[in-house]
């Protein structure tokens, strides 16, 4: 399977913005997104299992939401009151393994 990331762009702190994940062909029972801010390590942030269950990283609980639609084969991150600090590279992430290419996301005034 080929993950394509597509969402990211510019914005400024406090505005929204949401990522798609689209997978080639059928989606995992398990997909994933993760972020790697420069100089820093590729960080975890939520998880979706096959029936829709999320499990997020207590850093963005509250601001981020995953979703799917499995007849898309799409994978999706909600992300809201944006701040500098969430600045990365955003990768998706299929089981057992597969990333996507990663799309940016900059959070700037």
């Known amino acids: 399977v080929q993950l394509q990331a597509s969402g990211g762009g510019l914005v400024q702190p406090g505005a929204s913005l949401k990522l798609s994940c689209a997978a080639s062909r059928s989606i995992a029972s398990v997909m994933a997104w993760y972020r790697q801010a420069p100089g820093k390590q590729r960080e975890f942030l939520a998880l979706?299992?096959?029936?829709?269950?999320?499990n997020y990283a207590n850093s963005v609980k509250d601001r981020f939401t995953i979703s799917r639609d499995n007849a898309k084969g799409t994978v999706y991150l909600q992300m809201n009151n944006l701040k500098p600090e969430d600045t990365a590279v955003y990768y998706c992430?299929?089981?057992?393994?597969?990333w996507g290419q990663g799309t940016l996301v900059t959070v700037s005034s």
């Open positions: 979706i299992n096959n029936v829709g269950v999320p």
């Open positions: 992430w299929s089981s057992p393994g597969v």
